[in-house]
């Protein structure tokens, strides 16, 4: 009869690193494998975001060279503008003085012999009132013609702003009148018989149509950032109505909020959708 032998006592030091008894089950090499997966595929994403928000730093920083070169340019029209009106100011308020002092020296005296020569000198005097004051209307309305915006593109800057764009009050323009029901293919139209009314001497440049109909998404953020900021200045919230979809086998929900403002109450429409979890 065979004597049993004992079994040897090996531990992990004894054994070399690729023993199989050593690697670990599949179901942990396949965890650490996909987390591996999940983090890289989160560093790429985190890439393109920082390439994204870089190109977004440049943009700004060029829209911002370009508002204040912008506003060093206006505010040097307006001082000019103010400085000579002030200077205009000064020289009507002088010719004033001396004709009230001359009206003064030439006033008649009280008898009934007038001199025939006074006459003359007062229709004179009433002259150069008269053209003084042509004068200061018509420097007025020089200075009010300089104020009159160019209807056409604008520079946006160096760096990442390279190009041209329309000025921020002419897609205001667009912007009402696409609030007041206008279809795009009229808002051009309408802009040129406004300015042809009101400043038919200048030049009215015009943007296309199709541009006209992507200022409709910009019209669309905007119209949610206000919607928003009217909710949040709100005293409180009345009541709170919620939609939802299921298109493209998606849980989408809308809302819409009455609030209470100082004025009483007011619904607003959010045009957000929450996605649902899951």
């Known amino acids: 009869m065979r004597r049993k032998s004992a079994p040897p006592n090996i531990g992990p030091e004894d ?8 690697r ?9 494998s996909a987390a591996r997966k999940l983090i890289l595929s989160e560093l790429d994403d985190l890439g393109d975001q920082l390439l ?15 508002a204040e070169h912008r506003l060093k340019k206006e505010k040097a029209i307006r001082e000019n503008s103010k400085e000579k009106l002030e ?10 003085d001396q004709v009230e002092q001359l009206k003064v020296q030439l006033e008649p005296a009280p008898t ?11 229709t004179n005097l009433h002259l150069i009132w008269h053209r003084l004051e042509e004068t200061a209307a018509q420097a007025l309305a020089t200075e009010k013609m300089e104020l009159v915006p160019t209807f056409g593109m604008v520079g946006k800057g160096m760096g990442g702003g390279r190009g041209r764009m329309w000025p921020w009050w002419f897609r205001t323009m667009i912007f009402e009148q696409l609030v007041n029901g206008t279809k795009p293919s009229a808002v051009a139209k309408n802009i040129i018989s406004d300015a042809s009314y009101l400043t038919p001497w200048v030049d009215v440049v015009v943007p ?24 949040a200045n709100g005293l409180r919230m009345m009541t ?8 493209k086998q998606k849980s989408l929900l809308t809302s819409n909020v009455q609030i209470e403002t100082e004025y009483g109450p007011q619904t607003v429409i959010l045009e957000a959708a929450y996605l649902t979890r899951g």
């Not at 994204?52 to 370009?66: N, T």
């Open 52 to 66: 994204r928000l870089r190109e977004l730093k440049a943009v700004a920083h060029a829209r911002a060279r370009f």
């Open 15 to 22: 054994v070399p690193a690729y023993f199989p008894t050593m």
């Open 112 to 122: 009934n012999n007038f001199p025939s020569h006074n006459l003359s000198i007062m």
């Open 87 to 96: 200077a205009l100011d000064s020289k009507y308020i002088d010719a004033v």
């Open 208 to 231: 296309t149509q199709r541009f006209v109909r992507s200022l409709r998404y910009e019209l669309r953020v905007l119209c949610k950032a206000l919607s928003a900021y009217r909710v």
């Open 240 to 247: 709170v109505g919620v939609d939802g979809s299921e298109k």
């Open 24 to 32: 670990r089950p599949r179901a942990v090499r396949d965890a650490k």
